[in-house]
DNA sequence: GCCAACGTTGGC
DNA sequence: GCCAACGTTGGC
């Protein structure tokens, strides 16, 4: 799940209370479906950082809510609203996810470009610009090996 | 700041 | 339903 850190970022999920916060503000049809449809309870997630110095992989953090409507697009005083989201028909979705830990250092998207083992991930691909996207069981233990 | 890539919009 | 124009993303 990426986010950038000047908006928003790890440590500021880590100082969220409870390190929890839902993942609001996904305007992408591809992205929203992931999360709407994919997503439960326990299932966890890499931090991105993205458009930053150093994009890359930044800690994990743990899905802890089911996925529910995002409160944001429905909020006319909200930068993320919606007005063609309707309460009845919710468009947007989001999940709440808990800060678990970062990782010993960013593991940079230059160094998860080198390896072949993860040339599949949606992440790696071409003018990608998914913000939520999954990550096979395979994928996320070959980049944990990575962490120093 | 540049620009490639992609998604969305809207005229027809 | 097509597709050009436009806006956004995000690495560099």
Request: glycine share 4%; net charge negative.
């Amino acid at each position: 799940m990426k986010s950038e850190p000047s908006v928003y970022s790890l440590q500021d999920l880590a100082q969220a209370p409870g390190g929890t916060a839902a993942w609001d503000g996904v305007r992408n049809y591809q992205a929203r479906n992931f999360i709407r449809d994919q997503m439960q309870p326990g299932d966890l997630a890499f931090f991105y950082h993205s458009s930053c110095a150093q994009p890359g992989i930044a800690g994990i953090m743990e899905v802890v809510s089911q996925p529910y409507p995002d409160p944001t697009a429905l909020d006319p005083a909200d930068e993320h609203y919606d007005p063609k989201s309707d309460p009845a028909n919710p468009r947007w979705y989001v999940v709440d996810v808990r800060y678990q830990r970062a990782l010993s250092e960013v593991i940079p998207l230059a160094r998860l470009k080198q390896c072949p083992e993860l040339a599949q991930m949606p992440l790696l691909r071409r003018g990608n610009r998914l913000s939520v996207m999954p990550v096979t069981p395979e994928q996320w233990r070959y980049i944990l090996t990575l962490e120093c």
